[in-house]
C-alpha cells in the first residue's frame, strides 16, 4: 500500500488519493456529517482535484453515521453564515435560484462520471441529502445497521439533489414514490432485497468491504470498464436496437485498441 496523500481538506470534506483509488471522506462525525452548501462546494472541488490516475471513488462518512441530511441550520429564517436563506431564495428572482440550486447539485453529479467508478460505503443514518449522496453514487455497500429516508416531502420539499432518477431506476417508481412520500426508513435487508444496496455487511467491516470492492473493479483493464459503464448507464434511455448498435461501437472501439490500430 503506497502512503495516502491528502489532496483536500476542507469544510467537512477529505480527498485522499492512493494510486487509482481516491476517498472521499465527510469528516464532522460530531454533527453526524450534516450537509451545508460550503460541503456541496468542497465535494465539487474534490471531483475536480481527482488526478487523471483515479479508476475507483469510494464514499465514506466519519463516525456512527453516513450523513443525517441537511444542516437543520438551513431550516432557520437566518440560514447559514455568507450564504442565501431559503426565504431569500425564495424571494428572489426565479433564475436564481434554479442557478443556486443547480450549483449546489454540481455536488452530487460527478461521481457518475465514465471514467469511474465511485462507491459509496453507507453505515446508519442517510437521511434527505445523505440518501441522495449515497444514490449520487454508481454502487452502494451498506452496513447492517443502515436506515436510508428521504425526508424532502415531509418538510414540505422535494428531493432536488439528484436523487430521484437513481431511485427510480433502483427500486422502481412505485416504491420510490412510497418511500419518498411517507419519509420512512429502509433498513439493510430491504436495501438489499430492492437493489438499492449491492451488499451489507457488519458495521465493523465496512471500509473493508468498500476497499475489496474498489480492489475487484481495478482487475479489468480501465477502458473496457469505462466503455462498459457508458453502455449500461446509456441503456435505459435507448431502445433495444439502439442498445444493440451502442454495442457494436462499443466493441469496435476495443478491438482496434486491442490490435493497436488507433480510431
Not at 56 to 62: A, C, D, I, K, Q
Request: hydrophobic share 45%; net charge negative.
Amino acid at each position: 500500500m503506497t502512503s495516502h496523500d491528502s489532496v483536500l481538506d476542507k469544510d467537512g470534506v477529505r480527498l485522499t488519493v492512493d494510486d487509482a483509488v481516491a476517498t472521499v471522506t465527510l469528516t464532522n462525525p460530531a454533527k453526524r456529517n450534516a450537509q451545508s452548501p460550503a460541503l456541496w462546494r468542497a465535494l465539487t472541488e474534490a471531483g475536480r482535484a481527482l488526478p487523471g490516475s483515479v479508476r475507483v471513488v469510494v464514499l465514506r462518512g466519519e463516525g456512527k453515521s453516513f450523513s443525517a441530511g441537511l444542516d437543520r441550520q438551513a431550516f432557520t429564517p437566518e440560514g447559514f453564515d455568507g450564504e442565501p436563506s431559503f426565504l431569500d431564495m425564495a424571494r428572489g428572482p426565479q433564475d436564481e435560484l434554479d442557478a443556486t440550486i443547480a450549483a449546489y447539485q454540481e455536488a452530487f453529479t460527478w461521481w457518475r462520471r465514465n471514467d469511474l467508478v465511485s462507491i459509496a460505503a453507507v453505515q446508519g443514518h442517510a437521511i434527505g441529502a445523505g440518501f441522495q449522496l449515497a444514490l449520487a453514487c454508481d454502487l452502494r455497500i451498506a452496513a447492517d445497521d443502515v436506515q436510508f429516508a428521504m425526508r424532502e416531502t415531509s418538510l414540505g420539499l422535494v428531493p432536488d439533489l439528484t436523487g430521484t432518477h437513481p431511485l427510480v431506476n433502483l427500486v422502481g417508481y412505485a416504491r420510490a414514490l412510497e418511500i419518498c412520500a411517507t419519509g420512512r426508513f429502509v433498513h439493510a435487508d430491504e436495501a438489499e432485497r430492492t437493489g438499492l444496496a449491492n451488499l451489507v455487511v457488519p458495521a465493523d467491516q465496512l471500509d473493508a468491504a468498500a476497499q475489496d470492492l474498489a480492489a475487484a473493479l481495478l482487475t479489468a483493464p480501465r477502458d473496457a470498464v469505462v466503455e462498459t459503464k457508458a453502455l449500461l448507464a446509456g441503456a435505459a434511455s435507448r431502445t433495444y436496437e439502439e442498445q444493440r448498435s451502442a454495442e457494436r461501437a462499443a466493441q469496435g472501439r476495443r478491438l482496434r485498441d486491442l490490435a493497436g490500430i488507433s480510431d
